[in-house]
């Protein structure tokens, strides 16, 4: 008995949190396709810095990671190709995990790391410091002035950063291919693009979308709820990156298996 | 209760409360509080800590929802009109909080220009006189630049009340405006309260349990404990009151050893009520 209410109520909790996320999401959506016509404009300078903050900021570490994953993609898939003297194979492996599956994926946890949790800090403070507060009284609300330039820039910047990564393991899974299995450079970039399906690289592409919508909104959520006090702001950031890394991964299962079964037939 | 209301509107009252309770969760923090304000009057909100007093101002300003009663604002019952009504009514009132509550990525101009900007469709040019105004009248004057973290406590203040006056309000509030401050800075702020008050006839409401600047400032006065109204009056009124806690409050005698302690359970809880 103690058991089933404990799961009970922790469904219930989990079911409330994602409802709190999907109230944040709509208002955000609202702001952005209904407001401007009904004299809201969209705060776009705010969603650019953001979008510089979020995306174009993130290009060196981003690309750092993902020559890395590529390479060791390279290397561990090469470990079970060559026993079939299949070293060649090495270039579609990579392309297709790559853009499917970790280039989407790794992209979202640098982002959680870099701006998930900093859009939970920022926000956090501004509650703690009463600058929420100060914006309600100005009659602004706080989710078009500050969460939905937040939507707006991860939603386009996601993918793009997704494309970067896509590229980057290509290169670092190249650099193997090019050391150890033979290939040019050129050869190697050719043999990747043979193996890719427009379908592979658009699949991936959604998903960093729908990351981008969740790392924000739990971003920002887990800052709107800060309590009182500056230590009540890190576990707003703890909890933003944690929660954020385990929703993107619930996402990307959901999608992933939406994609198979669509594509099985 | 409308027809009572405009007897009461024609009788000058700027804020009606009747019978206000607001609760966090289980716990009622206020009572049923009963006051008006009159317009153009400065109305001095006293209390200790826990009393209530900042909860109240919060209510009053729409950042805390009652769990029943009126609260009259211009004409319109705040406790029930529409979030669209609510942001009409908001942008006739101005509000300086307690650390000031400046945006830090924003310079100290872009503060005050933040609610022109939303609110209005003024040019560009027009809103930086508007700034320039506001700093000016508030002793700031060239200061659009600096970044809020730049500025003193008191200069924080100061800046805050600029941008609660950007929109012209006809209702002031202030949240403990000498709180944190040195007493020669707190009396400059007292001194800007009386200038604004001289100069355009605002009403203002101040939330505070500082007892100089309460006297200097206030027309009448309201002392709030544990959630209720004890007193209200003219500063006169409250000087030679004998109610038992205007007394205590006013000659500043500390509260008998266990209602202390109780009075400290209080305070805990009150730090640690639930966020909202």
């Known amino acids: 008995m103690e058991l089933t209410t404990q799961i009970g109520g922790t469904v219930t909790d989990g079911l409330a949190y994602l409802g709190a996320l999907a109230n944040l999401g709509a208002r955000a959506a609202y702001y952005t396709f209904v407001g401007p016509f009904r004299g809201k404009p969209l705060h776009l300078q705010r969603a650019i810095s953001q979008a510089m903050q979020a995306g174009v900021r993130a290009l060196p570490i981003l690309s750092l990671i993902t020559f890395f994953i590529g390479l060791i993609l390279a290397l561990q898939s090469a470990y079970e190709l060559r026993k079939f003297g299949a070293l060649n194979f090495v270039a579609s492996a990579v392309a297709i995990s790559m853009t499917r599956e970790l280039g989407p994926l790794i992209t979202a946890i640098v982002v959680i790391g870099r701006s998930g949790s900093a859009f939970a800090a920022e926000i956090g403070t501004m509650k703690v410091t009463e600058e929420i507060d100060a914006l309600e009284t100005m009659a602004i609300d706080p989710i078009h002035f500050l969460v939905t330039p937040k939507f707006l820039a991860m939603m386009v910047m996601l993918p793009c950063l997704t494309i970067w990564a896509n590229f980057m393991g290509v290169l670092g899974g190249g650099l193997f291919g090019v050391a150890q299995a033979g290939f040019t450079w050129w050869r190697y970039i050719q043999a990747s693009l043979d193996a890719l399906f427009l379908r592979d690289i658009v699949t991936g592409l959604v998903k960093s979308v729908m990351f981008g919508v969740t790392i924000t909104a739990v971003g920002c959520h887990e800052g709107l709820v800060t309590g009182a006090g500056a230590e009540q702001v890190g576990r707003s950031t703890t909890r933003a990156v944690v929660v954020s890394i385990f929703l993107v991964i619930l996402v990307d299962l959901v999608f992933t298996a939406l994609f198979f079964f669509m594509t099985e037939r | ?276």
């Open chain 2, 1 to 276: 209760m409308e027809q009572l209301i405009s007897a009461e509107m024609q009788n000058g009252a700027m804020i009606s409360l009747r019978n206000l309770r607001v609760s966090y969760g289980e716990r009622e923090i206020l009572h049923g509080i009963n006051f008006d304000v009159m317009a153009g009057e400065t109305l001095v909100i006293l209390g200790g800590s826990g009393s209530g007093k900042s909860t109240l101002l919060r209510t009053l300003v729409g950042l805390e929802k009652p769990s029943s009663g009126e609260i009259w604002l211009k004409g319109k019952d705040i406790a029930k009109i529409s979030p669209a009504e609510m942001d009409e009514i908001r942008r006739k009132i101005g509000m300086s909080f307690q650390g000031g509550a400046l945006f830090g990525s924003m310079t100290v101009g872009e503060n005050v220009a933040l609610p022109l900007r939303e609110h209005t469709k003024l040019e560009d040019s027009t809103i930086e006189i508007i700034v320039r105004l506001k700093l000016d009248q508030v002793g700031l004057a060239g200061f659009e630049n600096y970044m809020p973290a730049q500025l003193s406590g008191g200069m924080k203040k100061r800046a805050a009340v600029a941008r609660a006056l950007a929109m012209d309000p006809e209702i002031l509030f202030f949240d403990e405006p000498s709180a944190g401050l040195d007493p020669i800075i707190a009396a400059g702020v007292d001194q800007l309260i009386l200038e604004l008050k001289k100069a355009f006839h605002m009403t203002i409401i101040v939330v505070t349990h500082e007892l100089a600047s309460a006297f200097l400032i206030a027309d009448r006065m309201v002392l709030i404990d544990k959630g209720n109204v004890v007193a209200i009056g003219s500063t006169a009124e409250m000087r030679s009151s004998t109610h038992p806690r205007v007394r205590q409050f006013l000659d500043r005698i500390a509260e008998p050893e266990v209602t202390q302690e109780l009075d400290y359970l209080q305070m805990l809880t009150e730090i640690t009520r639930p966020s909202r």
